[in-house]
């Protein structure tokens, strides 16, 4: 139990579907976020919010829309999604993000499949 | 493009021997993390060693920082079938990881 909570932990979906992931921390962190990691290639860094604000988005398709409430959840919705966007999707959280970030903790992680 | 680059891509040892693996990064950095993660779970957080200190302990993992050389490596000693799993590190300054280096213990 790492203090970062992930729902669902399986997700089949075709590619009409619209559906989303959530992520919740209870560590009081102010910084969260998104991974994806796909087989064979390296984890891939998608968004970061700090402080509620999003201050990282690399280059993400739109069909990938994050959301962050507040400090302690963290959304990802999805919409449209091709086969290469099967996944597992990580989550994370730490003090703070952008330099001198300490210790992320992770999720268990979201598995999709998109047929 | 990431900043924390591991090698080798894959080790494969025998119980009770040590594992060696290497982190090279770009940019300065305030502090350089190690991960592992098990297939298919979240990444876990082993150590972090700031860019003062050269040398960090914890239990059977020793971790070095050259900051000159812009590389760390990370020592687990004694290892163990449980010690199976993906390493990655990661510096403080993007939180980016590499393609991570695939341990895999044999009994």
């Known amino acids: 139990e790492t203090g970062v909570t992930q729902t669902p932990r399986h997700l089949v979906m075709g590619m009409t579907n619209k559906k989303s992931l959530k992520c919740e921390q209870h560590l009081g962190h102010n910084a969260m976020y998104w991974y994806k990691q796909s087989a064979k290639k390296p984890l891939e860094l998608m968004f970061v919010y700090n402080f509620k604000e999003q201050t990282e988005n690399n280059s993400v398709p739109s069909r990938f829309s994050p959301e962050c409430p507040n400090s302690s959840h963290l959304f990802l919705h999805l919409h449209t999604l091709q086969p290469e966007d099967s996944a597992l999707y990580l989550c994370a959280s730490s003090q703070v993000a952008g330099g001198r970030t300490g210790e992320l903790f992770f999720g268990e992680g979201s598995r999709l499949t998109v047929l | 493009s990431q900043q924390g680059e591991e090698d080798p891509q894959a080790l494969s040892i025998q119980e009770g021997e040590n594992a060696t693996m290497n982190c090279s990064y770009k940019t300065s950095i305030n502090n350089l993390q190690w991960y592992r993660q098990n297939s298919g779970r979240g990444l876990v957080h082993l150590i972090l060693?700031?860019?003062?200190?050269r040398e960090k302990h914890s239990g059977r993992l020793r971790v070095t920082l050259d900051t000159s050389k812009k590389s760390s490596s990370l020592l687990i000693t004694a290892s163990r079938a449980a010690d199976t799993a993906s390493y990655f590190c990661a510096t403080d300054n993007d939180m980016r990881f590499g393609a991570g280096t695939r341990l895999t213990v044999k009994p």
């Open positions: 060693i700031r860019s003062n200190e």
